[in-house]
Nanobody, 127 residues
Framework: VQLQASGGGLVQAGGSLRLSCADS????????????MGWFRQAPGKEREFVAS????????TYAASVKSRFTISRDRVKNTMYLQMNSLKPEDTAVYYC?????????????????WGQGTQVTVSS
């Protein structure tokens, strides 16, 4: 599995960004499309934290309390791509955002359940 996150950038508080996570691996499509996926983030000097997770078929989603109602996770199983729509961004959302594929089919916020991690994309929200 070769996950690649993109879409990060610099935005003012209150703005929006849409992150994408594509699977570029040659043989991984089957894995990613049948597994839950998630977004995590890590701010400077802080531990990596859970942001959102989506089940294998997109039917179930879960969010961290800090982003609920502002962020929306979705996926396109045909394209093997996952998205994170981020609205009403706040300076405290500034972090490197990572996408990952879980070993399970159902949503999970547990970091250790994720076995394939992509490179991060920087999101910076200015006040």
């Amino acid at each position: 599995v070769q996950l690649q996150a993109s879409g990060g950038g610099l935005v003012q508080a209150g703005g929006s960004l849409r992150l994408s996570c594509a699977d570029s691996g040659r043989t991984s499509g089957r894995l990613v499309s049948n597994n839950a996926m998630g977004w995590f983030r890590q701010a400077p000097g802080k531990e990596r934290e859970f942001v959102a997770s989506i089940s294998w078929n997109g039917g179930d989603r879960t969010y961290a309390a800090s982003v609920k109602s502002r962020f929306t996770i979705s996926r396109d199983r045909v394209k093997n791509t996952m998205y994170l729509q981020m609205n009403s961004l706040k300076p405290e959302d500034t972090a490197v955002y990572y996408c990952a594929a879980s070993r399970r089919s159902q949503v999970t916020s547990v970091t250790s359940e994720y076995v394939n991690w992509g490179q991060g994309t920087q999101v910076t929200v200015s006040s």
